[in-house]
């Protein structure tokens, strides 16, 4: 099968490294050049465009920041003729069901599945990723070897390629609520003059820590937020949720003042600071308040 991937960010890099390593005949392409460097190395061909990455490529697969993106590149990719007729194009990005269903209608002959991921970069490098698979069943079928040789578990969804990205809002927006959440405790114990090795301690064995965030502890605790999800990511994930609960009929308040979280975040610390970050808003606010009763 010979394989196109767009996107060289964290995980389009991953999902790249994780086929050319199962054997896969890999084109690939990023808007910035010089991102590709160790796939190109492991074997992959680095393209001068998306349209020349795609062209001969069985299935395509587009690993992108946001919807702007995804639909910029999808019609660069519809605008070449050359490519095969049974070609299907594979997006797993983190984007609104609106947009999954706009590039359905997009994609050459609709041949089109939405493939979000669940897991980081080294995950799916590891083959331990699990996948979220919306489109038409007979697509999704023909393409079985690749979502075996990608993730540990995958799930159909539903014909429609939106409803495999509202699962995967659901899931970011459990991570990124979870992680607030752990940031307030940690804030308030810093605040209290807890022991913070022992809360860090605890915070590892007591059950009302989700085990998915354990890994964000030290970073929310005391690290740089150098990690591979950004604020400005998450945020924008918590907004597509909020968007798809309003169009039926449902207001997410608590959503709503997540994402707004996620957004004083990249404020404060750059766009591109993990979402771990958001534990110095509250750090921020707290300083403040302490100068403005003292100067009182």
Same mark, same amino acid.
């Given at each position: 099968?010979?394989?196109?991937?767009?996107?060289?960010?964290?995980?389009? =890099?991953?999902?790249?490294?994780?086929?050319?390593?199962?054997?896969?005949?890999?084109?690939?392409?990023?808007?910035?050049?010089?991102?590709?460097?160790?796939?190109?190395?492991?074997?992959?061909?680095?393209?001068?465009?998306? *349209?020349?990455?795609?062209?001969?490529?069985?299935?395509?697969?587009?690993?992108?920041?946001?919807?702007?993106?995804?639909?910029?590149?999808?019609?660069?990719?519809?605008?070449?003729?050359?490519?095969?007729?049974?070609?299907?194009?594979?997006?797993?990005?983190?984007?609104?069901?609106?947009?999954?269903?706009?590039?359905?209608?997009?994609?050459?002959?609709?041949?089109?599945?939405? *493939?979000?991921?669940?897991?980081?970069?080294k995950t799916v490098l590891d083959g331990? /990723?699990?996948?979220?698979?919306?489109?038409?069943?007979?697509?999704?079928?023909?393409?079985?070897?690749?979502?075996?040789?990608?993730? @540990?578990?995958?799930?159909?969804?539903?014909?429609?390629?939106?409803?495999?990205?509202?699962?995967?809002?659901? @899931? @970011?927006?459990?991570?990124?609520?979870?992680?607030?959440?752990?940031?307030?405790?940690?804030?308030?114990?810093?605040?209290?003059?807890?022991?913070?090795?022992?809360?860090?301690?605890?915070?590892?064995?007591?059950?009302?820590?989700?085990?998915?965030?354990? @890994? =964000?502890?030290?970073?929310?605790?005391?690290?740089?937020?150098?990690?591979?999800?950004?604020?400005?990511?998450?945020?924008?994930?918590?907004?597509?949720?909020?968007?798809?609960?309003?169009?039926?009929?449902?207001?997410?308040?608590?959503?709503?003042?997540?994402? =707004?979280?996620?957004?004083?975040?990249?404020?404060?610390?750059?766009?591109?600071?993990?979402?771990?970050?958001?534990?110095?808003?509250?750090? *921020?606010?707290?300083?403040?308040? =302490?100068? /403005?009763?003292?100067?009182?």
């Open positions: 099968m010979q394989i196109a991937v767009l996107g060289m960010g964290n995980m389009g =890099r991953a999902v790249a490294g994780r086929l050319t390593a199962q054997g896969h005949r890999l084109s690939v392409w990023n808007r910035t050049p010089g991102k590709a460097g160790e796939v190109v190395a492991a074997g992959a061909v680095e393209a001068s465009s998306a *349209a020349e990455a795609a062209r001969d490529a069985d299935t395509v697969i587009m690993s992108l920041a946001d919807d702007r993106a995804v639909l910029d590149v999808m019609e660069r990719i519809t605008e070449q003729r050359s490519a095969p007729d049974s070609q299907v194009v594979v997006d797993m990005s983190t984007v609104s069901p609106r947009t999954s269903r706009r590039l359905a209608d997009m994609a050459p002959g609709h041949r089109f599945v939405a *493939a979000p991921i669940i897991a980081a970069p331990m /990723a699990s996948g979220l698979l919306g489109g038409e069943r007979r697509l999704v079928d023909r393409l079985e070897p690749l979502w075996v040789r990608l993730f @540990n578990v995958h799930w159909f969804c539903g014909e429609d390629p939106g409803s495999a990205t509202t699962f995967k809002l659901l @899931n @970011n927006y459990l991570l990124m609520a979870e992680i607030a959440m752990v940031a307030e405790v940690v804030a308030t114990a810093e605040a209290a003059e807890l022991d913070i090795k022992l809360l860090r301690e605890v915070l590892d064995q007591w059950p009302t820590v989700p085990i998915g965030i354990r @890994n =964000r502890l030290d970073d929310i605790i005391g690290g740089d937020h150098q990690g591979w999800f950004s604020t400005r990511l998450g945020a924008k994930d918590v907004r597509h949720l909020v968007d798809t609960a309003d169009a039926h009929g449902l207001s997410l308040p608590i959503a709503r003042l997540v994402g =707004r979280r996620y957004e004083q975040a990249a404020e404060h610390c750059g766009s591109g600071a993990d979402i771990a970050a958001v534990v110095e808003v509250l750090r *921020a606010e707290h300083r403040d308040g =302490r100068s /403005a009763a003292g100067d009182a």
